[in-house]
């Protein structure tokens, strides 16, 4: 195998390992850039590591929080 070819090779792992982070980040609520630099770094064991990171809670919002936004006296603008 030459050079070149193990190189892209090398690559097309790396971003796949970096897409499959990336959806392990986002279903743990993770920052999903740091997480496909890992993949795309460590390959299968940045997968490992990301598999077994703890998940993190969501930061609350005004809509999960049950904060309510009222616009009763809006005027209708047309």
Not at 10 to 38: D, H, I, W
Not at 53 to 70: C, F, L
């Amino acid at each position: 195998m030459a050079i070149s070819t193990f190189y892209i090779v090398a690559l097309v792992v790396g971003v796949v390992c970096g897409l499959g982070c990336v959806a392990l980040a986002r279903s743990k609520n993770r920052n999903a850039v740091g997480f496909f630099c890992l993949g795309l770094l460590l390959g299968v064991i940045g997968l490992i590591i990301a598999l077994f990171i703890p998940t993190r809670e969501a930061v609350p919002t005004a809509q999960t929080a049950g904060t309510q936004v009222r616009v009763d006296n809006v005027p209708n603008v047309k």
